[in-house]
């Protein structure tokens, strides 16, 4: 009996090793099954995530356009430039008037030759329209803190009232004197 009960242990102990061992596999199983689930379900959400987003965003093209406004730009356009208008020679309306002459640069679209040819065939009106312009300002308002309102209101001008089928996009003075007298 005592021979029975020594085997009886040893078989226990010999199972019992054998468990732990087993017990250990079945961890590290059951560890990967879980990582398993946590890795697919994180690629599942990334996936609705991305179909959702898409499906919103109607193929990737923003719901509302964000305005981009001229002031903001942080590239300039580069213009061809117009320099072929005669030096304009005036008085302006003073009481004492002061003489004006100026000489302008007319910058359009990089390439327009639209634009170009049109110019050129109005070269002469835009030179009398220039005339007339600076004839009818003070020397004040031809004062260098105002030259940007003065571009501003020759380009609005000529895109207006002379050109018609293009139109510029900025004026230069390449010289803008003014001498009172």
């Given at each position: 009996?005592?021979?029975?009960?020594?085997?009886?242990?040893?078989?226990?102990?010999?199972?019992?090793?054998?468990?732990?061992?087993?017990g250990g596999k079945g961890v590290i199983a059951g560890l990967l099954k879980?990582?398993?689930?946590?890795?697919?379900?994180?690629?599942?959400?990334?996936?609705?995530?991305?179909?959702?987003?898409?499906?919103?965003?109607?193929?990737?093209?923003?719901?509302?356009?964000?305005?981009?406004?001229?002031?903001?730009?942080?590239?300039?356009?580069?213009?061809?430039?117009?320099?072929?208008?005669?030096?304009?020679?005036?008085?302006?309306?003073?009481?004492?008037?002061?003489?004006?002459?100026?000489?302008?640069?007319?910058?359009?679209?990089?390439?327009?030759?639209?634009?170009?040819?049109?110019?050129?065939?109005?070269?002469?009106?835009?030179?009398?329209?220039?005339?007339?312009?600076?004839?009818?300002?003070?020397?004040?308002?031809?004062?260098?803190?105002?030259?940007?309102?003065?571009?501003?209101?020759?380009?609005?001008?000529?895109?207006?009232?002379?050109?018609?089928?293009?139109?510029?996009?900025?004026?230069?003075?390449?010289?803008?004197?003014?001498?009172?007298?």
């Open positions: 009996m005592a021979d029975d009960a020594d085997a009886d242990l040893g078989a226990d102990l010999d199972n019992g090793g054998a468990g732990k061992k087993g879980w990582i398993l689930i946590g890795v697919a379900a994180v690629i599942l959400i990334v996936t609705i995530v991305v179909i959702t987003t898409l499906i919103m965003n109607k193929g990737g093209k923003p719901q509302t356009p964000i305005p981009v406004s001229e002031e903001y730009t942080t590239t300039r356009e580069v213009y061809d430039w117009y320099t072929s208008l005669d030096q304009v020679r005036t008085n302006t309306s003073d009481p004492i008037p002061a003489s004006v002459v100026v000489q302008v640069a007319i910058g359009y679209k990089k390439e327009d030759k639209a634009a170009s040819a049109e110019i050129t065939s109005r070269r002469i009106e835009i030179t009398a329209f220039l005339r007339r312009f600076f004839s009818e300002k003070t020397v004040a308002e031809l004062g260098p803190l105002n030259e940007d309102v003065l571009r501003q209101q020759i380009r609005d001008q000529i895109n207006d009232d002379i050109l018609s089928s293009s139109k510029i996009r900025d004026i230069q003075f390449t010289s803008l004197d003014v001498v009172q007298q």
